[in-house]
């Protein structure tokens, strides 16, 4: 009545111990990265003046700077790949601020770069030039919690982790969680449509928001900030703004739907030989494991030698082409061990799986979460990386990262795949020790060119901000991205909001 792998002996899933709810670890952040984005022509926007000073630091006296020092960290991505030259910060608090100003901006005609936690990672959330950077960063109250139905409002300068850990005291959790939630606002995971780690077990953003709050770029509010379930009063407004990357409105206020936290959570990594078998493990998991599955994560061998060499983290398990990260989510332990138990037993009979460890307690878990989640920073050390964030029907998604491999036939220090297995997100990363334009011109459009043979998207998760923005006609027909200019045009007649971003320099 056990499982037994190479690393571990689980004979902890017959005699199952209480678990602790378990809090993943999440990696800091990393630098790698050019940006292949062709630098756009500075549209013909006002320069900010002496009385626009004046003006800015009667509404936010104190929370307007100029000073270069400060400004610098809001003026490059994460990735340090983008680097705009503004040169004021505005730090509004209220929803009534960011519509004097935005009302002043528009009559102004000067450019605006909405700003959350600047975690992004395609050149979204920082200036191009000198735009006005308005931050979330001092819009960070919530404002009503109810208990029964588990809806949370709250501004949209929260720090992720901080909803998390509010949430976690009284029993609930966000239905979002991902590598930067130590830093990312929930205004902007909302503009980006973020996905991460649990999407599979409990939805995109596009489901979980309730209402929104927005400041249109002539200063209007909208306010769709509903808690209702369900409202079939014509168009979702709020739609528009999910994943609009800051081009149509500045989100001031979110509505979410909160899931219970769960009485039993269990990390299990796994080593797989094959994609095909890892594929099977992924249709076994969902089929046996059912309701308490609440994520299915990957990386390859390329992803292990990364965290090992520049991480220093240890494999824990055996070497393996594949591995997988499983978590699951339940409301009684004893059960979620059973299952897990007649799951694994199923996985080793069918020689699914050859390796693996089963985490109890919080540390442990934490290290095999950090296999995943640490992938990135591990990037960071290997020189320049192009990144891609791609969706392919799920059979797909290693067949783009080989044929890659094959495609590139060694001009590349290494290709790395990994990603959200549950969702048919694939992260393709290709290292080079420096930037290097002919291993850029090797790789696209040829991944372009390939996702769309397939009907994938050209982005799954991450947006399409400066760097992705003009390959928009891969994924999306002319006339829809035409459509969605005509909804920029009437939302943002001037083009103030986020200008370079999202929608391409050209439409068709
Ligand atoms: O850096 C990447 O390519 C992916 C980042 C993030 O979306 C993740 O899933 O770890
Ligand atoms: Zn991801």
Known sequence: ??????????????????????????????????????????LPFSQVTQEDLVFFKKILPGRTITDPDLLESSNVDWLKTVRGSSEVLLRPQTTEEVSQILSYCNSRNLAVNPQGGNTGLVGGSVPVYDEIILSTALMNNILTFDRISGILTCQAGCVLENLSLYLEERDYIMPLDLGAKGSCHIGGNVATNAGGLRLLRYGSLRGTVLGLEVVLADGRVLDCLAT????????????????????????????????????????????????????????????????????????????????????KLPNPITECPFYVVIETSGSDPTHDQQKLHNFLEEAMASSLVSDGTVATEDSKIKTLWSMRERVTEALTHEGFTYKYDISLPVERI??????????????????????????????????????????LAAIEPFIYEWTASCQGSISAEHGLGLKKRNYIYYSKPSQAVALMGNIKAMLDPKGILNPYKTLPDKLK
Do not use: W
């Not at 269990?266 to 994520?295: D, H, P, Y």
């Not at 590349?412 to 992260?427: P, T």
């Open 1 to 42: 009545n056990q499982v037994s792998f190479k690393s571990q002996t689980l004979s902890v899933l017959v005699f199952p111990r209480k678990l602790k709810y378990l809090v993943m670890l999440h990696s800091g952040a990393g630098m790698s990265e050019p940006s292949p984005a062709a630098a756009p022509e500075r």
């Open 228 to 311: 209702l379930r369900k409202d079939n009063t014509g168009y979702d407004l709020k739609q528009l703004f999910i994943g609009s990357e800051g081009t149509l409105g500045f989100i001031t206020a979110v509505s979410i739907l909160c899931p219970r936290k769960p009485k039993s959570v269990n990390v299990i990594f796994l080593g797989c030989e094959t994609f095909e078998q890892l594929l099977q493990t992924f249709q076994l998991c969902r089929g046996m494991l059912g309701e308490i599955l609440s994520a299915f994560e990957f990386l390859d061998s390329e992803c292990m030698r990364l965290l090992v060499t520049h991480l």
């Open 398 to 439: 290693y067949q783009l990262v080989t044929d890659m491999r094959t495609h590139l036939g060694g001009r590349a220090k290494s290709v790395v795949g990994y990603g959200h297995v549950g969702d048919g997100n694939l992260h393709l990363n290709i290292t080079s020790p420096a930037k290097d334009p002919a291993l």
